[in-house]
């Protein structure tokens, strides 16, 4: 099926350190989504891309979407403590019926130590 | 805006038991989905609506049921409660099937 593999599963940083995380798949996406969500709560949407290529920010969060369609990035710059978290990636996949599903990566638990 | 309500947040259950958890939102999406999140494994699709009157199986449906007679409501049912059910379920909705996906708080269920 069309699985995301998603790395690191967990990272400990420190403080004001730049974070790295990605998404790859073996299937070809047209749209890749990030998430993050807090303890207790649902995933919030943090950015969404739509074009091989394209480099989307948000505040101190940056995506890209993969050239190959097979894969995405997030980064986050200068990280604070309230990024703690786990970051999901998500994309469109054809399921067996006829609409469109959404899949999610396992998630990247973030830890930031002050 | 009150966006995807989910109840309860939270439900312990015994073994055979029944209940509905229900999920509820006000932006008028047509695309409605089910996901049970469990340590280290992701979100994993249960059962999705494309409309009023119409459901579909996700990935791990067994054990649940839906219905959906409103746009706005999409209960899922557990008929027997097991402790395999025991997760974190949270519904979402979407304005169309594949499209970005806004959720509810969760349910954290526990079966013993």
């Known amino acids: 099926g069309q699985q995301l593999n998603q790395s690191p599963q967990s990272m400990f940083i420190q403080e004001g350190e730049d974070v790295s995380m990605n998404c790859t798949s073996s299937?070809?996406?047209?749209?890749w989504l990030w998430y993050k969500q807090e303890p207790g709560e649902g995933p919030v949407l943090l950015i969404a891309?739509?074009?091989?290529?394209e480099l989307t920010s948000n505040g101190r969060l940056t995506a890209q979407f993969g050239i190959t369609r097979k894969d995405s990035f997030l980064n986050i710059s200068a990280s604070i403590p309230s990024d703690v978290g786990i970051y999901f990636c998500?994309?469109?996949?054809?399921?067996?019926?006829?609409?469109?599903?959404?899949?999610f990566g396992s998630g990247t638990q973030l830890t930031v130590l002050p | 805006n009150a966006g995807v309500t989910q109840t309860p947040k939270f439900q312990v259950l015994k073994t055979g038991q029944s209940m509905t958890l229900q999920c509820a939102q006000d932006?008028?999406?047509?695309?409605m989905s089910w996901y049970r999140q469990d340590p280290g494994m992701g979100l994993r699709l249960i059962h999705y609506?494309?409309?009023?009157?119409?459901?579909d199986q996700g990935e791990v449906p067994n054990g649940y049921n839906v219905s959906r007679s409103t746009t706005e409501d999409f209960p899922l049912r557990l008929l027997s409660a097991a402790p395999s059910q025991t997760s974190v379920y949270f519904c979402?909705?979407?304005?169309?099937?594949?499209?970005?996906?806004?959720f509810g708080q969760g349910t954290r269920l526990t079966v013993v």
């Open positions: 609506s494309v409309g009023a009157g119409i459901t």
């Open positions: 299937s070809i996406f047209n749209t």
């Open positions: 979402a909705s979407s304005s169309r099937a594949g499209a970005e996906a806004f």
């Open positions: 998500a994309g469109p996949r054809i399921s067996s019926g006829s609409a469109r599903q959404l899949t």
């Open positions: 891309l739509y074009k091989a290529g």
């Open positions: 932006m008028n999406h047509e695309y």
